[in-house]
């Protein structure tokens, strides 16, 4: 449909209807029987009208019924303008992908857009227009149970893999391209920061650090062409992002330039009741839309007090037909006018799991996991006799949260894996509980252990205990396996520990095992991914997106922080330096850290010059070679320092990050351009430049073992 057409559209339609598109409803509503629908759904008060013109549904999958219900919604809309359909797609649909945190730990932009797209193809076949995904909130604090939602901690890196999901997702062509999806920005804006890690808690942060570290990725999404914002359920500056017109209507419309559409979080409109700042379900309705919130997704403040707010010239109708053409002109970039059964079909169903699927999602799994710590125990050995036990041996709890449409029942549980690896396995009869296993099932793993040359022990979070609402405050694992790992020491300690988790964990408890995997929730293949990793199959390539704490204590923590004025930079004998009576200032593993089955040396590190103009570039070098006789992946990575800034400045930043094969015995050599535009950061005044002066050159395997060079930017 063209532009001037939607607009007459909007003309033609009544106020009501007009309010009706910027309500969003949950499946239910057009899929339940009526006499099904008590509760909750009666309780919103919705006319027969408000539900069957809503402009969009949400959570709503499924060949048969989306193209079911797409029909009987025109058969009753009197302009026959279709609905639109939303859902969390987040890190695939049946075909489940590791976990976005694990995602961003493979250092894979070309993994992050493969798993967006197929994802995109299985949702897109089953109905579904829009796909709440990425979530890019930086994240620092592994208490908050969403951090397994994001990609990690560093601006940079989220910024990278927030194009390469929007691209995925979107492809190029979203109006004929029906294998893709629309995606939705999430959540806008700083949610990651939730104070303590307590889920739905304050933010209050400066304006400088949201703008400095905690915008570029949604600003990257955008930039990748993403069509959907979601508002987030925190405060920004005191004011809750859902009735924050500076974030929307300054920041986003004006600043970033989205002339898309903008959706609350669920229920986040009428919530601005309960944050405080509105007195009653109309006063949330005149602050979202004034923000410039254009759909509200499962409260109804929109729907009953929108048209007479208008009425009575309490707000501008000019609002409410930005909104409606918003929405509008997104069903059209989405081709629903003329096709509004968009992809859906039952027929191409049949790619939902398909062979080529699973086989990406394990390839993709098996470059997210990261060795952690390694005393020249793995990889495993075909013919050594292992036991694997512990409770997530058999578990196909591995999918991780948000995994909606995935099923437990077509997940490889790492037994299942293990079982295509070693000649000589042994496991338990017995199931084994997470928190409380029986006495028998401890007994049977400790007679096993006894029996092995090593223990493979599989233990970690369920998926419960990570996503949303699922803040911990110990973030230690639960202590009946922490007991199992030390009866199992007793006997052997041999001991290769497993993790499924869905944030970074305190490990103490385990750490002295001779080594240690971080899987997170790996999706569907993970245990092939799994015990591809432990017997030697595939080389580790993951590294880590986000630090592990060495205790809760020291959360938040992450790499790069700012710079204090007492510093800790020699001993921990200081007493009047920034750091703990108890605990070092540093984290355990940290940011970019993961180990190989390989063994890589960096040469000395070169610059061609040591000063930098504004209109040059600077070319740092380094030779990496692999001593050992596996070939392997490497991640090298580049950081900066700005040794003098307007304001503080943190004592390093990722700017840049190459992956690299190295067969046996081979070097390479690995190039990174510096320029001025990658040392501008956001001072006083908020505008991004930088400041002619010294900085530091970094470059190592990860955030900590780096070396340094200085060069200097001139005028
Ligand atoms: C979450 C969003 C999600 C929405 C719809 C909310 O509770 O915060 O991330 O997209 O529900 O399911």
Known sequence: ????????????????????????????????????????????????????????????AGAKEAIQVQKEYLEKNRLGIPTLMMADIVHGFQTIFPIPLALGSSWDLEAAEKMAEISAKEAAVSGVHVTFS??????????????MESTGEDPYLNSRFAEAFVKGYQGTDLKNDFFRVAACVKHFAAY????????????????????????????????????????????????????????????????????????SDWGAVKELIPHGVAEDEKAAAKLAIEAGVDIEMMTTCYSHFLA????????????????????????????????????????????????????????????????????????LKKEEKIAIIGPAAASQDVLGAWSWQGKMADAISLVTGAKKQGDNLLYGSESFDYFHPSDSAVDEAILLAQQADKVVLALGETEWMSGEAASRSDITLPSAQIELFKKIKTVNDQIVVTIYSGRPLDL????????????????????????????????????????????VGQVPIYYNCDSTGRPLETTNDEKYVSKYLDVSNYAKYPFGFG???????????????????????????????????????ETVQLYVRDLVGEVIRPVKELKGFKQINLKAGESKTVRFTIEEAMLRYVHRDFRRQSDPGSFEVMVGPNSRDLQKAVFKLMN
């Open 595 to 633: 180990l190989s089955y390989s063994d890589f040396h960096y040469g000395a590190l070169e610059l061609d010059k040591d000063t930098l103009t504004p209109d040059d570039f600077l070319t740092v070098s380094v030779t990496v070679t692999n001593h050992s006789d596996i070939s392997g992946t």
């Open 134 to 147: 990425p979530m890019v909130d930086l994240v620092r604090d592994p208490r908050w149970g969403r951090v």
């Open 308 to 379: 007479e707010l208008i009425k009575e010239n309490s707000i501008d109708e000019r609002l409410l037909d930005e909104a409606v053409l918003r929405i509008l002109e997104l069903k059209n970039e989405l081709g629903l006018f003329e096709h509004p059964h968009r992809g859906a079909s039952e027929e191409k169903e049949a790619v939902i799991l398909s062979e080529e699927h699973r086989k990406q999602a394990c390839e993709i799994a098996k470059k997210s996991i990261v060795l952690l710590k390694n005393e020249a125990i793995l990889p």
């Open 192 to 263: 990651g920061a939730a104070l303590a890690g307590r889920d739905y808690n304050t933010v209050d942060m400066s304006e400088r650090t949201l703008r400095e570290s905690y915008l570029p990725s949604y600003q990257a999404a955008l930039e990748a062409g993403a069509k959907l914002v979601m508002t987030s359920f925190n405060t920004v500056d005191g004011i809750p992002a859902t009735g924050n017109k500076k974030l929307f209507r300054d920041i986003l419309r004006k600043e970033f330039g989205f002339d898309g559409v903008v959706i």
């Open 508 to 551: 103490r408890g385990i750490d002295d095992a001779k080594a240690i995997i971080e899987a997170w929730f790996p999706g569907t293949e993970a245990g092939n991914a799994l015990a591809a990793i432990l017997w030697g199959e595939y080389n580790p390539s993951g590294r880590l997106s986000m630090s592990f704490p060495e205790s």
């Open 1 to 60: 449909m063209k532009q001037e057409n939607l607009s007459q559209l909007i003309e033609q339609m009544t106020l009501e209807e007009k309010v009706d598109q910027l309500l969003q409803l949950s499946a239910d509503f057009y899929t339940k029987a009526a006499e099904e629908q008590t509760g909750p759904i009666s309780e919103l008060g919705l006319t027969d009208e408000n539900i069957q013109n809503a402009g969009s549904i949400l959570g709503l």
